[in-house]
């Protein structure tokens, strides 16, 4: 294990709300020392405190120890330059002011990184990237996320069996083939050191035109896809790996690609619950980790001309209480131009968060956005209850996934087992037959 805090002396402090830790509290970004910041959370009454589940307590004890600096790097997820955690990279240098991606995570005391085939060689390469990463974390572990949806998008296909996409799994009709391919996705993912995948496509695309969803999603009936997306949920979670349902309210009636413009989603709220919404209500159901939001504009749902990242009619009154999620969200990457049309790299960042969003995906500045969040929080922008929300559901996904006080290190040898075993290449044949 790559440890942090005993699993013991978590629960001591859990249970006798003891103080402290071992990084200070006061630690700026940079390393320095900063004043104290101020802390507004209430307290909990003793009826409150005994009412948590030791879980509940466990995370709260985590929380209790975060400086707000702490805080907000728990949001952040960034793409990192190196294979390894102590690779120096010009790149790492110019975008975040450090050399390394073990003093970038230092730095903004990160809350996870995001993994890209820049970033793998080898088994044996990303299972010390990944182990080196988490030793970088210090005290809380990272979500160390990559997009593994096999097919089109596939992050680690360099290493990983060449499962069929989506849309082949779809067109099988058969939700247990859904199932077993995200299990075995999970179990390669997670013999990497990898904990959370930005999958599966919960997108119904029922747009041929459509240039950035098509194969990547089950298809375009809305029942088939909820069916499909609802079992894979189930599978990464056989595995022990985080599930992200993407991209919220809908993305598959578009034809425009949201990397290089602002999608316009006309669907009115009905269609919108006949279409849209099927596929992310099952996931909710199966128990997915995220959700992850999408850069479109859909102005029947909210009527600003904001993209759903940064809508709080979306994401905060459609999917937290409609729908009554209560997961992560995740923002797409911020990025991509669809979300970057109206708002600086800064207020992009902290209206995400004003909107519900918890984990701040791949920021196009991270400095400035990591700057201004902290800004907005100090100034009541963004009051320190809500940062706390957000922090606690990332955290807790952590302690659900066993991340909350240590990582598991990675093996190469069993990941070598894994990977592109015999009984998963029967997996991906088995799909690709049936899917004729």
Same mark, same amino acid.
């Given at each position: 294990?790559?440890?942090?805090?005993?699993? !013991?002396?978590?629960?001591?402090?859990?249970?006798?709300?003891?103080?402290?830790?071992?990084?200070?509290?006061?630690? #700026?970004?940079?390393?320095?020392?900063?004043?104290?910041?101020?802390?507004?959370?209430?307290?909990?009454?003793?009826?409150?405190?005994?009412?948590? *589940?030791?879980?509940?307590?466990?995370?709260?004890?985590?929380?209790? $120890?975060?400086?707000?600096?702490?805080?907000?790097?728990?949001?952040?997820?960034?793409?990192?330059?190196?294979?390894? !955690?102590?690779?120096?990279?010009?790149?790492?240098?110019?975008?975040?002011?450090?050399?390394?991606?073990?003093?970038?995570?230092?730095?903004?005391?990160?809350?996870?990184?995001?993994?890209?085939?820049?970033?793998?060689?080898?088994?044996?390469?990303?299972?010390?990237? *990944?182990?080196?990463?988490?030793?970088?974390?210090?005290?809380?572990?990272?979500?160390?996320?990559?997009?593994?949806?096999?097919?089109?998008?596939?992050?680690?296909?360099?290493?990983?069996?060449?499962?069929?996409?989506? #849309?082949?799994?779809?067109?099988? $009709?058969?939700?247990?083939?859904?199932?077993?391919? !995200?299990? !075995? *996705?999970?179990?390669?993912?997670?013999?990497?050191?990898?904990?959370?995948?930005?999958?599966?496509?919960?997108?119904?695309?029922?747009?041929?035109?459509?240039?950035?969803?098509?194969?990547? @999603?089950?298809?375009?009936?809305?029942?088939?896809?909820?069916?499909?997306?609802? @079992?894979?949920?189930?599978?990464?979670?056989?595995?022990?790996?985080?599930?992200?349902?993407? /991209?919220?309210?809908?993305?598959?009636?578009?034809?425009?690609?949201? /990397?290089?413009?602002?999608?316009?989603?006309?669907?009115?709220?009905?269609?919108?619950?006949?279409?849209?919404?099927?596929?992310?209500?099952?996931?909710?159901?199966?128990?997915?980790?995220?959700?992850?939001?999408?850069?479109?504009?859909?102005?029947?749902?909210?009527?600003?001309?904001?993209? @759903?990242?940064?809508?709080?009619?979306?994401?905060?009154?459609?999917?937290?209480?409609?729908?009554?999620?209560?997961?992560?969200?995740?923002?797409?990457?911020?990025?991509?131009?669809?979300?970057?049309?109206?708002?600086?790299?800064?207020?992009? @960042?902290?209206?995400?968060?004003?909107?519900?969003?918890?984990?701040?995906?791949?920021?196009?500045?991270?400095?400035?956005?990591?700057?201004?969040?902290?800004?907005?929080?100090?100034?009541?922008?963004?009051?320190?209850?809500?940062?706390?929300?957000?922090?606690?559901?990332?955290?807790?996904?952590?302690? /659900?996934?066993?991340?909350?006080?240590?990582?598991?290190?990675?093996?190469?040898?069993?990941?070598?087992?894994?990977?592109?075993?015999?009984?998963?290449?029967?997996?991906?044949?088995?799909?690709?037959?049936?899917?004729?």
């Amino acid at each position: 294990m790559l440890r942090r805090m005993g699993t !013991a002396g978590l629960l001591m402090i859990a249970l006798t709300a003891c103080g402290g830790g071992d990084r200070p509290a006061n630690a #700026s970004p940079t390393g320095g020392k900063a004043a104290p910041p101020a802390r507004t959370t209430p307290q909990p009454t003793p009826s409150q405190a005994a009412a948590r *589940t030791p879980a509940q307590s466990a995370v709260q004890a985590v929380l209790s $120890k975060m400086s707000v600096q702490e805080k907000v790097g728990q949001l952040f997820m960034p793409v990192l330059y190196g294979t390894a !955690a102590d690779t120096v990279s010009g790149e790492n240098q110019a975008r975040y002011g450090a050399q390394t991606p073990a003093k970038v995570i230092a730095k903004y005391h990160l809350g996870g990184v995001i993994l890209f085939p820049h970033n793998i060689k080898t088994i044996g390469q990303v299972v010390g990237l *990944t182990n080196g990463l988490q030793r970088a974390a210090e005290d809380v572990p990272l979500l160390v996320g990559t997009d593994q949806e096999n097919g089109l998008v596939s992050r680690m296909a360099a290493l990983m069996t060449d499962f069929p996409g989506a #849309s082949e799994i779809g067109a099988t $009709k058969d939700p247990e083939l859904s199932r077993a391919v !995200a299990r !075995a *996705t999970g179990l390669e993912l997670r013999a990497l050191g990898v904990n959370l995948d930005f999958a599966p496509v919960a997108d119904v695309n029922v747009n041929p035109k459509n240039p950035v969803i098509g194969p990547r @999603a089950f298809g375009a009936d809305p029942r088939r896809v909820a069916t499909m997306v609802a @079992a894979a949920v189930k599978g990464f979670g056989e595995a022990k790996v985080g599930a992200t349902a993407k /991209h919220f309210p809908g993305h598959g009636d578009t034809d425009v690609d949201s /990397h290089s413009g602002l999608p316009v989603i006309k669907h009115t709220k009905a269609e919108w619950e006949k279409i849209d919404a099927p596929p992310f209500k099952a996931a909710i159901e199966a128990g997915v980790d995220a959700v992850m939001s999408a850069h479109i504009v859909f102005p029947k749902l909210d009527s600003s001309g904001d993209p @759903a990242t940064l809508s709080k009619p979306i994401l905060t009154g459609l999917l937290r209480e409609r729908l009554g999620f209560d997961g992560v969200i995740s923002t797409d990457a911020l990025n991509m131009d669809g979300v970057r049309k109206k708002y600086n790299d800064g207020e992009i @960042a902290v209206r995400a968060v004003l909107a519900g969003a918890d984990l701040l995906l791949m920021p196009n500045d991270l400095p400035r956005a990591y700057q201004a969040v902290l800004s907005a929080v100090k100034s009541g922008r963004i009051s320190e209850r809500r940062l706390d929300q957000s922090v606690t559901r990332l955290l807790t996904l952590k302690q /659900h996934r066993g991340l909350l006080t240590e990582a598991r290190a990675a093996s190469a040898t069993e990941a070598a087992r894994v990977l592109r075993s015999a009984e998963h290449r029967r997996l991906a044949a088995k799909v690709a037959r049936e899917a004729r």
